[in-house]
Nanobody, 115 residues
Framework: QVQLVESGGGLVQSGGSLRVSCAAS????????MSWYRQAPGKERELVAGIGSTGGSTHYADSVKGRFTISRDNAKNTLYLQMNSLKPEDTAMYYC????????WGQGTQVTVSS
């Protein structure tokens, strides 16, 4: 069955870095558009970054542009989000999402940035 399993979240100080990963299985990962979303308590889920199936095109929310980098390894069926210069407002549950007509979501990994 389809699985998206995020990992790598945790507690980090403001200005620090963290890399979260999303391991995919059960579908043709290399043909799907992948993205990272986040949801903070009391707020709507928002798009953080997206990447095309080959990794050749990326898109970032203005709030993370220049600080976060999305990437993928199609040989390993894994999606990554490198987060640098983290801010307290980056605190949220981070979810990976797969899309190709249908949508699959992971269960999320918590990122907490302390001030």
């Amino acid at each position: 069955q389809v699985q998206l399993v995020e990992s790598g979240g945790g507690l980090v100080q403001s200005g620090g870095s963290l890399r979260v990963s999303c391991a995919a299985s059960g579908f043709s990962f290399s043909t799907y558009y992948m993205s990272w979303y986040r949801q903070a308590p009391g707020k709507e889920r928002e798009l953080v970054a997206g990447i095309g199936s080959t990794g050749g095109s990326t898109h970032y929310a203005d709030s993370v542009k220049g600080r976060f980098t999305i990437s993928r390894d199609n040989a390993k069926n894994t999606l990554y989000l490198q987060m640098n210069s983290l801010k307290p407002e980056d605190t949220a549950m981070y979810y990976c999402r797969a899309y190709r007509g249908v949508v699959y979501w992971g269960q999320g990994t918590q990122v907490t940035v302390s001030s």
